[in-house]
Every structure is written in structure tokens, then in C-alpha cells.
């Protein structure tokens, strides 16, 4: 099943289904969504939603 869709901006494929609200990173669309080929989010070792990350996360560079 394809999992991609594409984006608001500049057509750009996103992940259906995750919803991202880091505007600062490079992999954030104009909307609340991922294009990343794939995330990871961790640590293994979390408990609640709140010890948890995305380690794909790159910060946009300054124009």
C-alpha cells in the first residue's frame, strides 16, 4: 500500500498518516506534514509521549 501523498508545497511527497507541527525542520511541508523518506522516533527506552523524540528531525538552515 503507498503510504506517500503528496504535499502542499511544491508537491513534495509526505507520509500519510504522521502529523508534524516542527515548521523549522527541513522535512516540514507547508501544512502538518512529513516528507521524510521514513522517521525514527525514540529513545527505546521512553515510558510516556513525552520522553520520546524524532530522531529524523533536521533543523531548516537560516536563509
Known amino acids: 500500500m503507498d ?12 507520509i500519510s498518516g504522521i502529523v508534524c507541527n516542527v515548521t ?3 522535512y516540514h511541508d507547508c501544512e502538518t506534514h512529513c ?3 521514513e522517521i525514527a522516533v ?8 513525552q520522553d520520546t ?6 533543523q531548516k538552515k537560516d536563509i
Open 3 to 14: 503510504q506517500q501523498k503528496k504535499g502542499c508545497c511544491g508537491n513534495k511527497d509526505h
Open 24 to 26: 523549522n525542520c527541513v
Open 35 to 37: 516528507t521524510a523518506g
Open 42 to 49: 525514540g529513545p527505546s527506552y521512553a515510558t510516556t509521549s
Open 53 to 58: 523524540v524524532c530522531a529524523t528531525f533536521k
